[in-house]
């Protein structure tokens, strides 16, 4: 099938035609290869006459959801910390052990600036195995 593509400076294709214009490269290419331009032109880039999906833009997408999923999994971790830090310094009694809650340790402490630090390290690879771990009273 013949195909019409504009590329930009940065060789990344930003349209597919059915018809020439003036900007526009004449390729050849399946009629699958033409429907997963259609959906997802960003995605390709034209290269030595070839056509090459651009891993960076999965990679940055893929960066980016791993990024929202720890600050979900944070936002719902600190909650926990707050909670149990109101409790600690209001005195109530902890409804497991029906003692007044022992003060924060230093391992939640830690815990606590290791998560609000993190995510400057999460790669396109990050998984949760590799978050802070959680101290045992906020699990």
């Known amino acids: 099938m013949i195909t019409y593509i504009a590329i930009n400076e940065e060789k990344r294709i930003y349209g597919v035609y059915k018809k020439p214009q003036s ?62 830090r109101i409790n600690i310094l209001s005195g109530d009694l902890d409804p497991i052990t029906l003692q007044v809650y022992s003060p924060l340790t230093n391992e939640e402490k830690i815990w606590r600036v290791n998560v609000l630090n993190f995510t400057e390290s999460i790669t396109q690879y990050t998984t949760e195995n590799d978050y802070p771990t959680l101290p045992q009273r906020l699990k």
Do not use: C, G, M, P
């Open 23 to 84: 900007y526009t490269l004449t390729i050849e290419i399946s009629q699958s290869l033409y429907d997963d331009l259609v959906q997802n032109s960003i995605l390709y880039k034209y290269i030595n006459n070839n056509l090459v999906k651009d891993t960076s833009i999965l990679d940055a997408q893929k960066l980016n959801d791993n990024i929202l999923n720890f600050r979900a999994y944070r936002a719902e971790k600190l909650v926990k910390y707050d909670i149990l």
